[in-house]
């Protein structure tokens, strides 16, 4: 896919005034400092699209953006437990549930790990629970230039197993880096094809 537009539409806490329109949306989503802002702006080829980390200011609501004038990419930043009860119960942020509940035009999210540490219980309960709730759901390695061929294949190899203790199978996955514009072509293709499905 190419990208002729990609414009940032609106920031909001409240899944009742995200942009309504029909076009089929994909939601990043993973935890602060996963590389989200840079692999956003990697696929979208703008420097500063999402904003980054480093950057003073950076929201924490859902964040629309409309590419090619054909679909919304949606930014989730920083995803967290929230604490619902004395007992110390472990929920996720509300706008995020919210959001992925309530949300007709959601395609898919996208769950992005880093590709170097060990599969961390927040991001496997994240897909559990979207799992729990038959929202479909990607995977996105992030960092793979940080890690020498081998190390990267057995860790993703290592993710795999863990998944496959929970999961029947793997869920459609990509291995990126930001720096380096690997992944970009596989992923952007993949909604390419699943927008060509829609009717889009
Ligand atoms: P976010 O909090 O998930 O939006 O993460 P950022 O995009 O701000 O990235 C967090 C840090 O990781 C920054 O210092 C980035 O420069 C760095 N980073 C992000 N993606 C990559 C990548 O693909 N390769 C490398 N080497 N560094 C990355």
Redesign the pocket.
């Known amino acids: 896919m190419k990208i002729n537009s990609a414009e940032f539409v609106i920031s909001n806490s409240d899944v009742a005034k995200c942009p309504n329109t029909p076009l089929p949306e994909y939601a990043f989503i993973?935890r602060?400092?996963?590389?989200?802002?840079?692999?956003i702006n990697m696929l979208m080829e703008r420097k500063n699209l999402?904003k980054?980390?480093?950057k003073p200011g950076k929201t924490q609501l859902i964040n629309h953006f409309l590419i090619n004038k054909n679909w919304h990419l949606v930014d989730l930043?920083?995803y967290g437990y929230a604490r619902v009860s004395k007992k110390d119960k472990k929920t996720f942020q509300k706008y995020i549930t919210d959001y992925f509940l309530k949300r007709e035009q959601l395609v898919m999210g996208f769950v992005?790990v880093d590709c170097r540490h060990e599969p961390q219980p927040i991001d496997l309960e994240f897909m559990q629970w979207l799992g729990e709730q038959q929202l479909p759901f990607g995977i996105i390695f992030?960092?793979?230039?940080?890690l020498k061929p081998n190390a990267l294949k057995r860790n993703i190899a290592h993710y795999q197993e863990v998944l496959l203790q929970t999961w029947e199978s793997m869920p459609p996955y990509f291995i990126?880096?930001?720096?380096?514009g690997y992944g970009r072509e596989q992923l952007l293709d993949y909604i390419d094809a699943v927008n060509s499905d829609l009717g889009h």
Do not use: I, R, W, Y
């Open positions: 993973g602060s400092n996963v590389g989200k802002s840079s692999l999402a980054t980390s480093g930043p920083g992005l992030t960092k793979a230039d940080k990126t880096s930001s720096s380096k």
